[in-house]
């Protein structure tokens, strides 16, 4: 539930409401109890993002994109490679 700003035109006393969407708005003034209140238009919520991780995590630079591809390549051709020896001994067991 959002937090509203509310505002008295009679009194210029501002506050804080905390309730529901669709809830209706409040009329009447809760330190001069006249009904000149008006809803002020807030900026909302913001997501804050604190911490180093976001960056590093979610925008990473080209040249460490190309690295880590590099590496990935490296490593399923070694994988690759590795499978083939074994095939190799594996017949070379059977033939024995």
Do not use: W
């Amino acid at each position: 539930m959002p937090t509203y700003d509310y505002e008295c035109n009679a009194c210029n006393h501002t506050f804080e409401l905390f309730q529901s969407i669709t809830a209706k708005h409040i009329r009447k003034c809760p330190e001069c109890g006249k009904l000149k209140i008006k809803r002020l238009i807030g900026t909302g919520s913001t997501i804050i993002f604190k911490g180093s991780g976001f960056y590093q995590t979610d925008y990473r630079s080209e040249e460490y994109k190309s690295r880590q591809n590099a590496e990935k390549s490296s490593s399923t051709s070694e994988t690759k490679d590795k499978k083939k020896d074994k095939k190799k001994e594996e017949k070379k067991n059977v033939k024995d």
